[in-house]
């Protein structure tokens, strides 16, 4: 049977707020997945960038399972040695000092707003990029330059400017003293996989630096060595005051986090902020296990395996594809016109493939890490089919 778009509003008891697939995984292995029925899918979505070592990995398995005989949920009113193994482990990374650990990329965010505004006091205003995506409440929705996602929701927070993303003077231009931090994706991710000119981030440190603001990164989607680096900032050399993480972080299990440093922070008093759930041991154990696995080799393997995927796709020119663009393994193949990308991942799937789209005409690929060559081309291959 071929999947189709869901279109069950009548029979689901399930908020319609999702356009899903008609189907439904039931089991995962490395960078395999499993429906209902036992047909087999290669997984280039990662229930985007989350499962980055593939499904069911025996060492995160375990780590979360002997946690699993431990203890679940104490609270954020007792220690966590947990929590400071990581903490320590993610700042080192960062070159950073302090960590706050949340459920979501959404919440980090939150929390990464509320540090730039308790740090710049009486200054409010947010600087973000057209085209970004920082989550869905209030705070994280407002910050995200995206009309569409606003509709009906005003009014939203107050205190965001938006310029438009990789455009440098367009930052200096919505810039006024009431301004406390530019905060942006290094990559856009939603937005159809969009990569700065070369030399923006570093612009906007040095801008940061002569203004005394923030510079909040959104690694959410691009961190945990997704890119080829552990964070993308990384390929421009900037130094963030704070980085915000989610998705890959625990493999899939739910964990997001704002790494800071001193000076950023240092406002964040008791009672500034905090979560119940955040920070929950199942979730740190996975994710202490998952950054251990982040060395030298996985992320160089990382960069080789995204040049692989755009030189597969490109090698089998067709002028149906428009574009090829990503860094490492989050790649967006742009459709010509007139080419839905829904069309073409709907396709994939009833081939057993799976990948997402990011707007009308982009098919978005954020595969595991474990991905293979030969799978890569054999995607290739398919995707040509599929399209011609
Ligand atoms: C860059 C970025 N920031 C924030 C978010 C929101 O994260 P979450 O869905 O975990 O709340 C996403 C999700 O796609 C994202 O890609």
């Given at each position: ?66 946690q699993i005989d431990k203890i679940w949920h104490t609270s954020n009113l007792f220690q966590s040695s947990l929590q400071e193994e990581l903490a320590k482990k993610l700042a080192k990374k960062a070159n ?78 919505a810039y006024s003293p009431d301004v406390v931090a530019i905060m942006l994706e290094p990559i856009q991710g939603e937005s159809g996989v969009n990569i700065p000119p070369a030399g923006y981030l570093k ?186």
């Amino acid at each position: 049977m071929s999947n189709q778009l869901n279109n069950n509003e009548n029979t689901s008891a399930l908020l319609q707020n999702y356009s899903r697939f008609n189907v439904e995984f039931v089991k995962g292995n490395g960078f395999n997945l499993y429906d209902k029925d036992g047909k087999e899918y290669v997984d280039f979505l990662c229930g985007i960038a989350v499962t980055d070592f593939g499904h069911n990995h025996p060492e995160i398995k375990k780590a979360v399972l002997d946690q699993i005989d431990k203890i679940w949920h104490t609270s954020n009113l007792f220690q966590s040695s947990l929590q400071e193994e990581l903490a320590k482990k993610l700042a080192k990374k960062a070159n950073l000092d302090t960590v706050f650990f949340c459920n979501t990329g959404t919440e980090a965010n939150e929390a990464a707003i509320k540090f730039a505004r308790k740090w710049g006091k009486e200054r409010t205003t947010i600087i973000t990029a057209l085209g970004g995506f920082h989550g869905r409440t209030f705070g994280s929705m407002s910050a995200s330059g995206q009309y569409k996602l606003w509709e009906g929701f005003h009014p939203l927070l107050p205190g965001f400017k938006y310029a438009p993303f990789g455009d440098f003077e367009a930052i200096e231009y919505a810039y006024s003293p009431d301004v406390v931090a530019i905060m942006l994706e290094p990559i856009q991710g939603e937005s159809g996989v969009n990569i700065p000119p070369a030399g923006y981030l570093k612009q906007i440190r040095e801008f940061c630096d002569r203004h005394n603001l923030l510079l909040i990164v959104d690694e959410v989607q691009t961190g945990m060595g997704r890119t080829g680096k552990f964070f993308a900032h990384q390929w421009e050399e900037v130094q963030p005051d704070i980085i915000t993480m989610a998705k890959g972080i625990a493999n899939g299990i739910p964990l997001g986090a704002v790494i800071s440093s001193q000076k950023a922070s240092v406002q964040m008093t008791p009672g500034s902020h905090g979560t119940t759930f955040g920070g929950n041991p199942l979730a740190l154990a996975a994710a202490n296990c998952v950054i251990d696995l982040i060395d030298e080799e996985i992320l160089e393997s990382n960069f080789k395996l995204g040049e692989k995927i755009k030189n597969s796709v490109e090698l089998l020119y067709t002028d149906k594809i428009k574009a090829i663009r990503g860094r490492g393994l989050m790649i967006g193949i742009e459709l010509a016109e007139g080419i839905k990308s829904k069309d073409i991942a709907q396709k994939l799937l009833d081939n057993g493939y799976v990948v997402c789209t990011a707007g009308e005409s982009v098919i978005r690929l954020l595969p595991p890490y474990i991905i293979t060559e030969k799978e890569i081309v054999n995607f290739a291959l398919k995707l040509k089919e599929i399209i011609e």
